[in-house]
Nanobody, 113 residues
Framework: EVHLVESGGGLVQPGGSLRLSCAASGFTFSNYAMSWVRQAPGKGLEWISAISNVAGKTVYIPSVKGRFTVSRDNAKNTLYLQMNSLKPEDTGVYYC??????WGQGTQVTVSS
């Protein structure tokens, strides 16, 4: 079965940085594009970024483009999200996803003074 485990979240001040990781197992990681999705307090799920299986293509929503960078290490079965210049509106639970049915448990990111 697919297992995805996010880590790296925490409390950070506005303007700060965090690097999230997602450890994947139970499938051939290198064969799949992967996504990051988040849920802010009181809001629904928001897809924010995706990366192709060999890291040749990445996409971002406008609100994070230029601040967030998605990457992957297929040899380690790990997905990453580098988040810079964080804003309070980035607060939420961050999930990695293989598809609509395959999610991790999420990691909490809180951006506050």
């Amino acid at each position: 079965e697919v297992h995805l485990v996010e880590s790296g979240g925490g409390l950070v001040q506005p303007g700060g940085s965090l690097r999230l990781s997602c450890a994947a197992s139970g499938f051939t990681f290198s064969n799949y594009a992967m996504s990051w999705v988040r849920q802010a307090p009181g809001k629904g799920l928001e897809w924010i970024s995706a990366i192709s299986n060999v890291a040749g293509k990445t996409v971002y929503i406008p609100s994070v483009k230029g601040r967030f960078t998605v990457s992957r290490d297929n040899a380690k079965n790990t997905l990453y999200l580098q988040m810079n210049s964080l804003k309070p509106e980035d607060t939420g639970v961050y999930y990695c996803a293989k598809d609509f049915l395959s999610w991790g448990q999420g990691t909490q990111v809180t951006v506050s003074s």
